[in-house]
T-cell receptor
Framework: NAGVTQTPKFQVLKTGQSMTLQCAQD?????MSWYRQDPGMGLRLIHY???????DQGEVPNGYNVSRSTTEDFPLRLLSAAPSQTSVYFC?????????????FGPGTRLTVT | KNEVEQSPQNLTAQEGEFITINCSYS?????LHWLQQHPGGGIVSLFM???GKKKHGRLIATINIQEKHSSLHITASHPRDSAVYIC???????????FGTGTSLTVIP
């Protein structure tokens, strides 16, 4: 199993550009989520999905869109990048509810918005 | 607001020392997780707790639900234990984890 994969590993965007961060898992996990990690702050939930076709907002959803058309893939779209979105982004998955099942994290995407 | 507080923020230890990292939280929870973030950035889950104590190798995690406190202990620390250790809580009334800012551990040979 590849586990949770994320692409790209690094990305530099100009303000106003859009892009999609890719996340895929091959463990048949129902629950997938996107977090951002900023210096001096804990991981914060952006969006999550409890299964194909079902998504919901987390703590910091503004400026981001998600969709879940398949169990495997959970892309995160930045609609119009802003410097405040400079961060490290982690995708995670778990078999079901993340409170009772282990979360598996991707390697992260380091995004810089200039 | 910060539901989760970790201490210390930074910790340097000599190889072989016993290490304790603390996590306090302010809300009722259904679960607490301990995570390890490697220097390269990768995050792995170490423990999931809802009560009592768990042990895996040289790592021990405990939780006191009444006192809203958890500890992560590392016995016979080794330089490969150098990492950031993160505490995360899942509130009983919520639908997401809240994460501490992490404890950065450096173990010197």
């Amino acid at each position: 199993n590849a586990g949770v994969t994320q692409t790209p590993k690094f990305q530099v965007l100009k303000t106003g550009q859009s892009m999609t961060l890719q996340c895929a898992q091959d463990m048949n996990h129902e629950y997938m989520s996107w977090y951002r990690q900023d210096p001096g702050m804990g991981l914060r939930l952006i969006h999550y999905s409890v299964g194909a076709g079902i998504t919901d907002q987390g703590e910091v959803p503004n400026g981001y869109n998600v969709s879940r058309s398949t169990t495997e893939d959970f892309p995160l779209r930045l609609l119009s990048a802003a410097p405040s979105q400079t961060s490290v982004y982690f995708c995670a998955s778990s078999y079901a509810g993340p409170d009772i099942y282990e979360q598996y994290f991707g390697p992260g995407t380091r995004l810089t918005v200039t | 607001k910060n539901e989760v507080e970790q201490s210390p923020q930074n910790l340097t230890a000599q190889e072989g020392e016993f290490i304790t990292i603390n996590c306090s939280y302010s809300v009722g929870i259904s679960a607490l997780h301990w995570l390890q973030q490697h220097p390269g950035g990768g995050i792995v889950s170490l423990f999931m707790l809802s009560s009592g104590k768990k042990k895996h190798g040289r790592l021990i995690a405990t939780i006191n639900i009444q006192e809203k406190h958890s500890s992560l202990h590392i016995t016979a620390s080794h330089p490969r234990d150098s990492a950031v250790y993160i505490c995360a809580v899942y509130p009983t009334t919520g639908n997401q984890f809240y994460f501490g800012t992490g404890t950065s551990l450096t173990v010197i040979p």
